[in-house]
């Protein structure tokens, strides 16, 4: 199954993942740890470890770096 992963406020990604593939591998796939996103079908998170079931995802960064606002 080809999937569009879209990275929320980055990048967008066409993925192929086999019928058994995860969320998780979906993520994996565009270079993220399952710990550092959310992932979203049509708008609510599903588990990292749910089989893919649909063509679209958006992906939310949830860790993101930079600079503090107490930093010079």
Do not use: C, F, N
């Not at 470890?49 to 010079?72: F, M, N, Y």
């Amino acid at each position: 199954m080809d999937v569009t992963v879209e990275v929320v406020g980055e990048e967008r990604h066409e993925v192929s993942v086999d019928p058994e593939g995860t969320y998780a591998d979906l993520v994996a796939a565009v270079g993220l740890s399952p710990h550092q996103v959310s992932v979203l079908v049509d708008g609510r998170p599903v588990p990292e470890d749910q089989p893919v079931e649909t063509d679209h995802v958006k992906v939310l960064r949830l860790i993101k770096g930079g600079r503090s606002a107490h930093e010079d």
